[in-house]
């Protein structure tokens, strides 16, 4: 049977079968039109890239106040159109190696606080200027200095110096930081003629695609950039298109009108609905995102670690998955990494919900009375609904959790790291290393869990510094270990992304990097016939 | 001629209040706009720096003439958010809108006066119930709610017209019609129902007069009154119901732009209010309080030519 749907299948990119044909003949055979859309996508990508045409993809996530800077790079829009034009010195791949690009090679010193980057020669920028490593060095002092406002200063902090010497790019760090590249592939770090010192927001890098039309909230279009180095690696349709919809409805409406190709953040209430669609494939990939039940170590009742355990194990992980998610996402274990990232620890034990445990634990905890757990709207799609579940689930421990939920202005500022117990999300980063660093280093602006262990900081240094990756994952193994037992941050579910592409993209492979590929889709997928 | 020249000085006057007005709200608002584009990264030097770039330090006063000279000259200032001069970018938003209100006015005025009266010539009959009963019910549901009827009839199953209405520069002249045939059709369904029950109470009211009953005891035909006798008289308070809703199609359409991703003010001033974006909410807010000013001058002007008391005042 699998032989002959492929050799229909064949049929199809060829042109001799149409595709309803060619679905109808699959049903035939006893085959889910998902199931044959997969078929028919795998057989176009055997059949190789198509050239030419225009790929549109339909996206939350812009708005009218968003530039071209890529300093000032937020939401998706701008982050999936800066995959087109701009040029990043590496990038990374579905396994979570690093692929060099304008980087030729990146290398350490044997301490790793030295780094030295070979800039790949004859790259040309949109306006014909030649790309060099003063190029390169002049953007990541645009992204070090506190007054480019970059999203990326974070990241950048722990650079000291920035030299270019010849077609290479020399950084010094002030400590140890084998993750380096990985910085390098943060998506604000676009290379700019001159590091965009001159007009940040002009939209010339040595992308795929050149910027030909700009207008912030409503649309953008990209088109090929003739001499571009990459030759044929990506740059498949002639024109890419981004159309801004944040509505849902209007989003999920225009893809099925055939109007856009792709889109992003299909919800999860809706893909059983959207999945039904002729034509239609959801592209859900397991991300690095999480919805994190924040207690702070350092604050009463939350600095008995057996009431963090209590409350821990009061947990119903699945049921929360199953009612806030629909399934679309895996469940947590109690320290913020998943496998979706590189050195992920394998084969730490899921904590599952037991009652009696939590029972046990808070009784020993001796704490008495409720626990106000804080809650909004803003804090996740869904956030409300699942403290109440999760109020349902500790009352069957004896636990008593009172949800106080806030509004959603001023969540961020007032409740967020302020309250000892309360609800928010985070994005991953692209290391664990990173992530550490951001939300669980004691000296972190955002250890919103107020974690505070002098030997997880000299771990996590350590780790840093390490330049095999045996002894780092160890580390890291160590590292979940102590957060699932003892740390503040209670994680019941890790999220999706979910995108959805019409049988007119050909290419799509998923990324759990980001959506949509890691941003990468509209410049990576083609036209097909 | 003196009164209309009374209601065009008036309406400048009033368009100086408002810009008050706006240029008030926005200064008693919390936090300063230099703490607002710095956010969270702000330093008490950057802020002084900023302060003084932006002109902060002056007082109110000198401030407001500044930026009332400024409009006055065509210059509405520069963006906090993306550092592009406001009037570059608002014109286009701005022709946007204005596209999509003159077209469905274009479909929208005379429909509903034809339909109102229709209404009045078959008064109480089905035709009259008909009507109403149409008009009332497509204004009773809400805008969203008949945009994605629309979208899902017309775009996704019938595949007639695009379900986003996204126009640009350079597109053919019939496809930004076609585009905006969706969302200006969800928007007459909005607007259609007031202007009609006007159009028809108030030629009813006219209707009542004895001239009427004179007309009628000439023999003239129930048409022939209507158009001649009735129309004329009752084209003030029609106007001034159909001016609200021109400018209703104008300041009021956020929702209607969301859906069908229409690059238009609404959604331009949302994004600028939500990122405290204070020039371009002072822009917009006066934009839209000249639209609504000179909407309503036209109505008064209207009012005046169609009354031949006004028009030669004794």
Redesign the interface.
């Known amino acids: 049977m699998s032989d002959e749907l492929d050799f229909l299948s064949r049929h199809v990119v060829r042109g001799r079968l149409s595709r309803r044909d060619f679905l109808g003949r699959a049903a035939a055979l006893g085959v889910s039109a998902t199931f044959a859309n997969s078929l028919l996508a795998s057989a176009a990508r055997a059949q190789g890239p198509v050239k030419g045409g225009t790929l549109k993809a339909?996206m939350q996530g812009g708005?009218?106040?968003?530039?071209l800077d890529p300093a000032s790079f937020l939401s998706q829009v701008p982050f999936n159109f800066g995959k087109c034009w701009g040029e990043y010195l590496c990038r990374l791949n579905r396994d979570g190696s690093i692929q060099n690009l304008i980087a030729e090679e990146i290398g350490a010193s044997d301490d790793a606080t030295t780094w030295t980057m070979k800039i790949k020669q004859g790259v040309e920028f949109h306006n014909g200027k030649t790309l060099t490593a003063e190029d390169v060095a002049a953007t990541l002092e645009r992204h070090t200095n506190?007054?480019s406002?970059s999203g990326a200063l974070g990241i950048m902090k722990g650079i000291t110096g920035i030299k270019a010497s010849g077609n290479e790019v020399i950084v010094e760090l002030a400590e140890a930081d084998a993750d380096f590249p990985y910085l390098m592939a943060d998506y604000h770090l676009i290379i700019q003629p001159n590091g965009g010192k001159d007009n940040p927001?002009e939209g010339v890098s040595a992308g795929p695609y050149k910027v030909v039309?700009n207008?912030?909230?409503?649309?953008y279009v990209g088109e090929k950039f003739a001499n571009y180095w990459g030759g044929d690696a990506m740059g498949h349709a002639d024109t890419v298109e981004i159309?801004?919809?944040?509505?849902a409805?209007?989003r999920t409406?225009?893809l099925?009108?055939?109007?856009?190709h792709m889109i992003n953040r299909v919800e999860p209430k809706i893909v059983s609905l959207v999945e039904r669609v002729a034509g239609v494939t959801i592209q859900n990939v397991a991300g690095r995102g999480f919805y994190p039940f924040n207690m702070f170590c350092d604050t009463p009742p939350f600095d008995n670690n057996d009431l963090r355990m209590a409350l821990k194990l009061a947990m119903n992980r699945e049921e929360l998955l199953d009612k806030i998610l629909f399934g679309y996402g895996s469940v947590g274990n109690d320290f913020p990494i998943n496998e979706a990232y590189p050195l992920f620890p394998e084969g730490i034990e899921q904590r599952t919900f037991d009652p009696e445990a939590a029972a046990a634990a808070y009784k020993k905890s001796g704490h008495s009375g409720s626990i106000v757990l804080r809650t909004s709207d803003v804090a996740f799609p869904g956030a409300v609904d699942a403290a109440q579940l999760y109020q349902q689930s500790c009352a069957q421990a004896g636990i008593t959790i009172e949800i106080k939920r806030e509004p959603g202005d001023g969540y961020w500022s007032e409740v967020w790291n302020k309250q000892p117990f309360s609800l928010s999300y985070w994005g991953g980063r692209s290391t664990q290393n990173q992530f550490y660093s951001t939300a669980l280093l004691s000296t972190a602006d955002w250890n919103d869990t107020r974690w505070k262990r002098p030997e997880f900081d000299k771990m996590l240094l350590t780790a840093r510094a390490e330049l095999d990756e045996d002894k780092r994952k160890a580390i890291y193994r160590d590292m979940a270990i102590m957060l699932r037992d003892e740390g503040g941050v209670i994680v019941p579910f890790f999220n999706e992304f979910i995108d959805a592409t019409t049988d007119k993209v050909g290419g799509y492979e998923k990324h759990p990097a980001a959506e949509l590929m890691d941003g990468y889709a509209l410049a990576e997928c083609w036209v097909a016939a | 001629m003196k009164l209309i020249a009374q209601r065009i000085a008036l309406g400048v006057l009033l368009l100086l209040a408002v810009s008050v007005l706006i240029f008030a709200g926005t200064e008693i608002l919390p936090g300063d706009v230099a703490a607002s584009i710095l956010g969270q990264a702000a330093t008490p030097q950057a802020l002084a720096n900023l302060r003084e770039e932006l002109g902060l330090n002056d007082p109110a006063i000198v401030r407001y003439f500044n930026w009332l000279g400024g409009v006055l000259t065509g210059d509405l200032g520069t963006a906090l958010t993306t550092r592009q001069d406001i009037a570059t970018t608002l014109m286009p938003r701005l022709w946007n809108t204005l596209f999509l209100a003159f077209w469905t006015a274009a479909v929208a005025v005379p429909l509903a006066v034809i339909l109102g009266l229709l209404a009045v010539r078959y008064r109480s009959g089905p035709i009259d119930k008909a009507i109403s009963g149409f008009a009332l019910a497509s204004t009773s549901l809400p805008e969203f709610f008949i945009g994605y009827l629309l979208i899902l009839f017309f775009a996704v199953k019938l595949q007639w017209f695009p379900s986003i209405s996204t126009v640009y520069d350079g597109m053919p002249f019939w496809q930004k019609i076609q585009a905006i045939v969706l969302p200006g059709t969800a928007l007459l369904l909005v607007v259609l129902a007031h202007m009609m029950r006007m159009t028809r109470a108030a030629i009813l009211n006219v209707m009542q007069s004895a001239y009427i009953e004179t007309a009628e005891l000439k023999g003239l035909s129930q048409f022939d009154i209507i158009r001649k006798h009735a129309f004329p008289n009752a084209i003030a308070p029609i106007v001034n119901v159909v001016m609200l809703n021109l400018a209703f199609l104008v300041v009021g359409v956020v929702v209607v732009e969301v859906i069908f991703v229409y690059p238009g003010m609404g959604q331009y001033l949302v994004d600028h209010v939500a990122k405290r974006d204070v020039p371009v909410v002072q822009a917009v807010g006066l934009i839209f309080a000249a639209v609504y000013i000179s909407l309503n001058i036209v109505a008064d002007i209207a009012a005046i030519l169609a009354n031949p008391r006004l028009r030669h005042p004794r």
Do not use: Y
């Open positions: 339909g708005e009218s106040t968003n530039s506190e007054e406002k927001a039309v207008e912030p909230g409503v649309r159309v801004v919809i944040n509505d409805t209007a409406s225009a099925q009108g055939g109007q856009v």
